[in-house]
């Protein structure tokens, strides 16, 4: 079974820095793009950054400067180093993949991490 295991969300003050992981297993981690998406209370769903199997990464404006995705094949594990933090920055941090099933295109979530910026 495909299983994504979010974790290293906290409280953090303004201004800091954290760094949140997430371990896959269940699926040739090293074939897909991972994706960080964060869920602030009250708003939409924030793709915040994404890793192709190329190593290429991408931004959200909002956090572009600030967050570093990164990928460790070896621990099938995908991290989001996050500096500089706002209290904008609040939200559950989840990692998710799709993949292209006869069925059609599916997506696999894992169940977050909180991530609290505040003083």
């Known amino acids: 079974d495909v299983q994504l295991q979010a974790s290293g969300g906290g409280l953090v003050q303004p201004g800091r820095s954290l760094r949140v992981s997430c371990a896959a297993s269940?699926?040739?981690?090293?074939?897909?793009?991972m994706n960080w998406v964060r869920q602030a209370p009250g708003k939409e769903r924030e793709m915040v950054a994404s890793?192709?199997?190329?190593?290429?990464?991408t931004y959200a404006d909002s956090v572009k400067g600030r967050f570093t995705v990164s990928r460790d094949i070896a621990k099938n594990t995908i991290f989001l180093q996050m500096n500089s933090l706002k209290p904008d920055d609040t939200a559950v941090y989840l990692c998710?993949?799709?993949?292209?099933?006869?069925?059609?295109?599916?997506?696999?979530w894992g169940q977050g991490t909180l991530v609290t910026v505040s003083s």
């Open positions: 998710n993949f799709r993949r292209a099933d006869v069925s059609g295109p599916q997506d696999f």
């Open positions: 269940g699926f040739t981690f090293s074939l897909y793009q």
């Open positions: 890793i192709t199997s190329t190593d290429y990464s």
